[in-house]
Nanobody
Framework: QVQLVESGGGLVQPGGSLRLSCAAS???????MGWYRRAPGKQRDMVAT???????TYDDSVKGRFTVSRDNAKGTVYLQMSSLKPEDTAVYFC?????????WGQGTQVTVSS
């Protein structure tokens, strides 16, 4: 059983930045890592994913503002968020996937408000 622990969430003003981290209890090499979010009253949606080789994809709503990266040696994936908007307010979850194996973190709250 792999444990994923997110950190770095908090309260930030519109236009500000935050960096989220997700640390895995084991190796992340060979796993697709991703960030998802659930805004109040909405379903959980994909924000960004990154393959073991570093190929990333983004939801259109965050392109140009968010950057996903990973450090396989440290077993950690990051989400650098810039130009944050109130609509980015959500609980952000880390996910790792390989074939039929999927693991989720517990989530970290990000609130964008003045």
């Amino acid at each position: 059983q792999v444990q994923l622990v997110e950190s770095g969430g908090g309260l930030v003003q519109p236009g500000g930045s935050l960096r989220l981290s997700c640390a895995a209890s084991g190796t992340i090499f060979g796993w697709i890592m991703g960030w998802y979010r659930r805004a109040p009253g909405k379903q959980r949606d994909m924000v960004a994913t990154i393959t073991s080789g570093g190929v990333s994809t983004y939801d259109d709503s965050v392109k140009g503002r968010f950057t996903v990266s990973r450090d396989n040696a440290k077993g950690t994936v990051y989400l650098q968020m810039s130009s944050l908007k109130p609509e980015d307010t959500a609980v952000y979850f880390c996910r790792m996937v390989r074939a039929s194996d999927i693991y989720w973190g517990q989530g970290t709250q990000v609130t964008v408000s003045s």
